[in-house]
């Protein structure tokens, strides 16, 4: 379908040639456009020969490019393409029917993927996207792979058609992309023999595998219908880490260490931080950054009369524990830090970023001169948490005031009514 034009900027190149929002581009130099990223692969010619429709007429526009002047295009938003596929551990599937609307999205877009870094499955695309993908050199991609075992891939992933994933990344290796990967390990299903199988594919020369990344399935209690499935446990996430440990680009979710009591890696295992969106490498950029800026939060502390509570989930108290008696060693009784239990997805979920506010105002209890700390992976960008109350909000049942501080302890901000 022709793509849409949203807005035309100002004293830009489209504009002076005449294009107005509400037109849609047909072609660019002869390809077809469809997308924000056809727009900007092709767009970026010298001379831009634009088909484009208006009042269902067909007008044709060139368009000369001097590298000073912007284009100007803005497209309208990019509708995501969904996921075909009927996972035995889709999140979506797990979620109540009282959480932000963004999360029912079951998004598996390649486009999005190269963009912003989202992990998609391969399995909607056509021969046609993957030739666009080769042509455009969409690099990296960011892959769930989950296995290499084409029997276990399709049960996995419960689609319909025929599929192969080692081949698809082979086909796309071949061709110069290059992608970071990921598998969600499920006890009893691509564990152990499968997950070694699979690390030791994907570790093959003939992949342009720049990462593999392991992370344990999440789980809530919201499963009655779906497939009967368990969480890791401590000593399966120790084997996993001796196993990964094997393979030099298999890099290990933060929950695999923390469940099993394993000692975080240092900096140099993380690299350049690829997969710090999939619970890869936080702890120990968290740590890095409390202990580069320890003095600086410490004294702000200082400078307050209140007292603090660090909120968070059960997986990092014990981390969030070390921080606060580290502040306290300075300034004595000055924090403390207080688990919440997930009673609104589930004991099972114990991530800090899945904490509801009900499940906050229900089991924190203040004293009249503490303040709580919160990090901001609670929240999203528009700052509301999973069951869609506002930051603001929150900080006004709480007492009007509250510090929030980035979710690797990057920087901190004051939230008040």
């Known amino acids: 379908m022709p793509l849409r034009i949203d807005y035309i900027y100002p004293n830009s190149l489209a504009e002076e040639a005449g294009l107005q929002e509400e037109d849609l581009i047909i072609s660019i130099n002869n390809h077809l456009i469809i997308d924000f990223l056809d727009l900007q692969f092709y767009g970026a010619d010298e001379v831009l020969e634009i088909v484009f429709k208006r009042d269902n007429e067909e007008r044709i526009v060139t368009i000369l490019q001097n590298w000073e002047t912007p284009l100007g295009i803005e497209p309208k938003p990019h509708k995501c393409r969904l996921c075909v596929n009927n996972c035995i551990f889709c999140f979506v599937d797990q979620m109540r029917n009282d959480i932000r609307k963004s999360l029912y999205i079951k998004d598996d877009d390649f486009r999005l993927s190269f963009v912003f870094g989202n992990f998609i499955t391969l399995t909607n695309l056509t021969d046609k996207d993957f030739a666009k993908i080769i042509e455009q050199k969409l690099s ?59 690390l030791s594919d994907l570790s093959s020369e003939e992949l342009n595998v720049l990462s593999i990344g392991v992370v344990p399935i999440g789980l809530t209690q919201y499963r009655d219908e779906l497939e009967p499935l368990r969480t890791v446990n401590a000593d399966e996430a120790k084997h996993i880490l001796e196993l990964a440990n094997k393979y030099e680009k298999t890099l290990c979710s933060d929950e695999f260490f923390l469940l099993s009591n394993s000692i975080v890696p240092p900096e140099e295992y993380y690299g350049t931080y690829d997969q710090l969106e999939n619970g890869v490498g936080m702890v120990r950029m968290l740590l890095g950054n409390w202990q580069d800026s320890r003095d600086e939060f410490i004294d702000m502390l200082a400078a307050e009369p209140n007292r603090f509570v660090f909120v968070g989930g059960k997986l990092a108290h014990s981390l969030m524990s070390e921080i606060s008696n580290e502040i306290n060693h300075e300034l004595a009784g000055k924090s403390r830090a207080v688990a919440i239990k997930n009673l609104f997805l589930g004991p099972t979920v114990t991530v800090t970023g899945l904490i509801a506010v009900q499940d906050i105002l229900e089991q924190v209890f203040l004293k009249e001169d503490e303040i709580p700390i919160f990090s901001k992976g609670m929240f999203n960008d528009n700052e509301v948490s999973i069951d869609d109350v506002p930051m603001q909000e929150l900080c006004e049942k709480l007492g009007g005031r509250i510090l929030v501080i980035d979710e690797e302890f990057a920087d901190w901000f004051w939230v008040e009514n």
């Open 140 to 198: 990296p991609l960011y892959i769930s792979v989950h296995t290499t075992n084409p029997i276990l891939h399709k049960q996995m992933l419960r689609y319909k058609h025929d599929f192969n994933i080692l081949e698809k990344l082979q086909f796309l290796s071949k061709h110069g992309i290059e992608f970071h990967t990921q598998i969600v390990v499920i006890p009893g299903w691509n564990d152990k023999e499968e997950l070694e199988r699979s």
